[in-house]
Protein backbone atom coordinates (compact mmCIF):
# COMPACT_ATOMS: atom_id res chain seq x y z
CA UNK A 1 0.00 0.00 0.00
CA UNK A 2 0.89 3.66 -0.65
CA UNK A 3 0.62 4.22 3.36
CA UNK A 4 2.82 6.72 5.16
CA UNK A 5 3.90 5.64 8.70
CA UNK A 6 5.42 8.52 10.79
CA UNK A 7 7.50 8.78 13.36
CA UNK A 8 7.67 9.27 16.85
CA UNK A 9 3.93 9.20 17.30
CA UNK A 10 4.46 12.00 19.92
CA UNK A 11 6.48 14.60 20.43
CA UNK A 12 6.67 17.04 22.91
CA UNK A 13 9.39 20.28 22.63
CA UNK A 14 9.86 23.95 24.40
CA UNK A 15 8.94 26.92 22.33
CA UNK A 16 12.06 27.78 20.29
CA UNK A 17 13.33 24.34 20.03
CA UNK A 18 12.98 22.16 16.57
CA UNK A 19 10.58 19.82 16.05
CA UNK A 20 11.51 16.57 13.63
CA UNK A 21 9.17 13.99 12.39
CA UNK A 22 9.91 11.20 9.93
CA UNK A 23 7.73 9.57 7.64
CA UNK A 24 8.45 6.03 5.76
CA UNK A 25 6.52 4.50 2.45
CA UNK A 26 7.25 1.09 1.20
CA UNK A 27 5.73 1.92 -2.65
CA UNK A 28 7.32 4.41 -5.47
CA UNK A 29 5.85 7.82 -5.06
CA UNK A 30 4.81 10.73 -7.95
CA UNK A 31 5.25 12.88 -4.36
CA UNK A 32 4.92 13.55 -0.77
CA UNK A 33 2.68 15.50 0.94
CA UNK A 34 2.93 16.88 4.97
CA UNK A 35 -0.67 18.11 6.83
CA UNK A 36 -1.23 19.25 9.81
CA UNK A 37 -4.53 19.03 11.48
CA UNK A 38 -5.41 20.74 14.56
CA UNK A 39 -7.34 19.07 17.23
CA UNK A 40 -11.11 18.81 15.92
CA UNK A 41 -10.48 20.51 12.96
CA UNK A 42 -9.46 19.33 9.08
CA UNK A 43 -6.69 18.84 7.46
CA UNK A 44 -4.12 21.60 6.08
CA UNK A 45 -1.90 21.17 3.74
CA UNK A 46 1.64 22.17 4.36
CA UNK A 47 4.26 21.55 1.48
CA UNK A 48 4.66 18.56 -1.62
CA UNK A 49 7.95 17.43 -2.66
CA UNK A 50 8.22 15.70 -5.77
CA UNK A 51 10.39 12.45 -6.08
CA UNK A 52 13.06 14.19 -8.16
CA UNK A 53 13.20 16.99 -5.39
CA UNK A 54 15.52 16.22 -2.86
CA UNK A 55 15.02 19.20 0.18
CA UNK A 56 12.32 22.18 -0.39
CA UNK A 57 11.63 25.15 2.03
CA UNK A 58 8.76 26.78 3.27
CA UNK A 59 9.07 29.08 5.90
CA UNK A 60 9.84 27.57 9.19
CA UNK A 61 9.43 23.97 7.30
CA UNK A 62 12.01 21.83 5.88
CA UNK A 63 11.04 18.84 4.20
CA UNK A 64 13.63 16.33 2.61
CA UNK A 65 13.18 13.60 0.54
CA UNK A 66 15.25 10.09 0.04
CA UNK A 67 13.54 7.98 -2.39
CA UNK A 68 16.20 4.95 -2.58
CA UNK A 69 15.25 4.49 1.36
CA UNK A 70 11.68 5.56 0.78
CA UNK A 71 11.90 7.84 3.74
CA UNK A 72 11.09 11.78 4.15
CA UNK A 73 11.40 14.05 7.26
CA UNK A 74 9.44 17.48 8.17
CA UNK A 75 11.50 19.73 10.26
CA UNK A 76 9.83 22.65 11.81
CA UNK A 77 12.00 25.37 13.13
CA UNK A 78 11.84 27.93 16.11
CA UNK A 79 8.96 26.14 17.33
CA UNK A 80 5.61 27.71 18.57
CA UNK A 81 2.76 26.81 20.76
CA UNK A 82 0.37 27.33 17.64
CA UNK A 83 2.61 24.30 15.81
CA UNK A 84 0.95 21.89 18.70
CA UNK A 85 -1.24 19.56 16.26
CA UNK A 86 -0.91 16.41 14.33
CA UNK A 87 1.51 15.87 11.54
CA UNK A 88 -0.23 13.70 8.48
CA UNK A 89 2.71 12.37 5.16
CA UNK A 90 0.94 10.82 2.30
CA UNK A 91 2.93 9.29 -0.40
CA UNK A 92 1.20 9.57 -3.66
CA UNK A 93 1.77 7.21 -6.71
CA UNK A 94 2.24 8.20 -10.08
CA UNK A 95 -1.65 7.20 -10.54
CA UNK A 96 -2.48 9.88 -7.67
CA UNK A 97 -5.13 7.45 -6.23
CA UNK A 98 -6.40 8.25 -2.72
CA UNK A 99 -4.12 9.32 -0.22
CA UNK A 100 -3.78 7.06 2.68
CA UNK A 101 -2.70 8.40 6.37
CA UNK A 102 -0.91 6.96 9.21
CA UNK A 103 -1.14 7.65 12.59
CA UNK A 104 0.48 10.72 12.19
CA UNK A 105 2.98 12.40 15.11
CA UNK A 106 1.43 14.36 17.51
CA UNK A 107 3.35 17.99 18.45
CA UNK A 108 2.94 19.78 21.59
CA UNK A 109 5.07 22.84 21.83
CA UNK A 110 4.36 24.22 25.61
CA UNK A 111 5.38 27.52 26.03
CA UNK B 1 -4.68 26.65 -2.97
CA UNK B 2 -7.77 25.53 -4.19
CA UNK B 3 -11.01 25.56 -1.44
CA UNK B 4 -12.99 22.72 -0.24
CA UNK B 5 -15.93 23.40 1.94
CA UNK B 6 -18.10 20.87 4.31
CA UNK B 7 -21.40 21.14 5.44
CA UNK B 8 -22.60 21.27 8.00
CA UNK B 9 -19.68 21.70 10.05
CA UNK B 10 -21.25 19.30 12.89
CA UNK B 11 -24.38 17.92 13.50
CA UNK B 12 -26.29 16.02 16.13
CA UNK B 13 -28.91 13.33 14.96
CA UNK B 14 -30.71 10.47 17.26
CA UNK B 15 -30.21 6.65 16.59
CA UNK B 16 -32.25 5.60 13.12
CA UNK B 17 -32.33 9.02 11.03
CA UNK B 18 -29.92 9.88 8.42
CA UNK B 19 -27.72 12.60 8.45
CA UNK B 20 -26.41 13.61 4.45
CA UNK B 21 -22.94 15.85 4.82
CA UNK B 22 -21.75 18.04 1.35
CA UNK B 23 -18.62 18.06 0.03
CA UNK B 24 -17.83 21.05 -2.53
CA UNK B 25 -15.24 22.59 -4.31
CA UNK B 26 -15.59 26.31 -4.66
CA UNK B 27 -13.20 27.46 -7.27
CA UNK B 28 -12.19 24.43 -9.53
CA UNK B 29 -13.92 21.38 -10.56
CA UNK B 30 -13.24 18.03 -9.02
CA UNK B 31 -14.47 14.91 -11.24
CA UNK B 32 -12.97 12.80 -8.12
CA UNK B 33 -13.45 13.57 -4.38
CA UNK B 34 -12.52 11.00 -1.85
CA UNK B 35 -14.44 10.56 1.71
CA UNK B 36 -12.52 9.85 4.76
CA UNK B 37 -13.48 8.58 8.46
CA UNK B 38 -11.61 9.54 11.45
CA UNK B 39 -12.40 8.51 14.87
CA UNK B 40 -10.51 10.18 18.40
CA UNK B 41 -7.05 10.48 18.28
CA UNK B 42 -6.62 7.76 15.47
CA UNK B 43 -5.97 8.87 11.63
CA UNK B 44 -8.16 9.03 8.28
CA UNK B 45 -9.92 5.87 7.15
CA UNK B 46 -10.76 6.02 3.45
CA UNK B 47 -14.20 5.13 3.16
CA UNK B 48 -14.59 5.46 -0.34
CA UNK B 49 -14.09 7.32 -3.78
CA UNK B 50 -16.40 9.49 -5.35
CA UNK B 51 -16.41 10.03 -8.99
CA UNK B 52 -18.71 12.45 -10.68
CA UNK B 53 -21.17 10.70 -13.09
CA UNK B 54 -20.82 6.90 -11.87
CA UNK B 55 -21.21 5.05 -8.94
CA UNK B 56 -18.65 5.35 -5.59
CA UNK B 57 -16.38 2.94 -4.95
CA UNK B 58 -16.00 1.67 -1.55
CA UNK B 59 -13.21 0.43 0.70
CA UNK B 60 -13.34 -2.90 2.40
CA UNK B 61 -15.22 -3.35 5.03
CA UNK B 62 -17.04 -0.04 4.81
CA UNK B 63 -21.28 -0.65 3.95
CA UNK B 64 -22.15 0.99 0.87
CA UNK B 65 -25.82 0.90 2.23
CA UNK B 66 -25.47 2.77 4.80
CA UNK B 67 -23.04 5.26 3.55
CA UNK B 68 -24.35 6.51 0.43
CA UNK B 69 -22.34 8.79 -1.86
CA UNK B 70 -24.20 11.11 -4.70
CA UNK B 71 -21.14 13.01 -6.86
CA UNK B 72 -23.78 14.67 -9.55
CA UNK B 73 -22.02 17.20 -9.94
CA UNK B 74 -18.44 18.33 -10.78
CA UNK B 75 -18.31 20.11 -7.35
CA UNK B 76 -19.95 18.45 -5.24
CA UNK B 77 -20.60 15.45 -3.61
CA UNK B 78 -22.78 14.08 -0.82
CA UNK B 79 -22.54 11.64 1.91
CA UNK B 80 -25.91 10.26 3.37
CA UNK B 81 -25.20 8.29 6.78
CA UNK B 82 -28.85 6.42 7.02
CA UNK B 83 -30.09 4.66 9.58
CA UNK B 84 -26.99 6.24 12.09
CA UNK B 85 -26.37 4.68 14.66
CA UNK B 86 -24.06 5.98 17.84
CA UNK B 87 -20.69 4.13 16.64
CA UNK B 88 -21.20 6.25 13.65
CA UNK B 89 -20.19 9.42 15.68
CA UNK B 90 -17.00 10.44 14.11
CA UNK B 91 -15.32 13.25 12.17
CA UNK B 92 -16.13 12.87 8.58
CA UNK B 93 -13.91 14.44 5.94
CA UNK B 94 -13.84 14.71 2.15
CA UNK B 95 -11.04 16.02 0.14
CA UNK B 96 -11.39 16.73 -3.87
CA UNK B 97 -8.75 15.94 -6.17
CA UNK B 98 -7.09 18.85 -8.77
CA UNK B 99 -5.25 16.83 -11.35
CA UNK B 100 -3.50 13.43 -10.73
CA UNK B 101 -1.25 14.25 -7.76
CA UNK B 102 -2.52 16.81 -5.52
CA UNK B 103 -5.75 16.95 -3.21
CA UNK B 104 -7.48 19.48 -1.04
CA UNK B 105 -9.18 19.02 2.15
CA UNK B 106 -12.27 20.28 3.62
CA UNK B 107 -12.77 20.95 7.01
CA UNK B 108 -14.59 18.56 8.23
CA UNK B 109 -18.00 17.51 9.81
CA UNK B 110 -18.16 15.87 13.30
CA UNK B 111 -20.99 13.75 13.47
CA UNK B 112 -22.69 12.62 17.29
CA UNK B 113 -25.26 10.22 16.87
CA UNK B 114 -27.10 9.83 20.48
Same mark, same amino acid.
Given at each position: SQQGEEDPQALSIQEGENATMNCSYKTSINNLQWYRQNSGRGLVHLILIRSNEREKHSGRLRVTLDTSKKSSSLLITA?????TASYFCAPVNQAGTALIFGKGTTLSVSS | GAVVSQHPSWVICKSGTSVKIECRSLDFQATTMFWYRQFPKQSLMLMATSNEGSKATYEQGVEKDKFLIN @????TLSTLTVTS? @?????SFYICSARVGPQEQFFGPGTRLTVL
Open positions: SRAAD | @HASLA @HPEDS
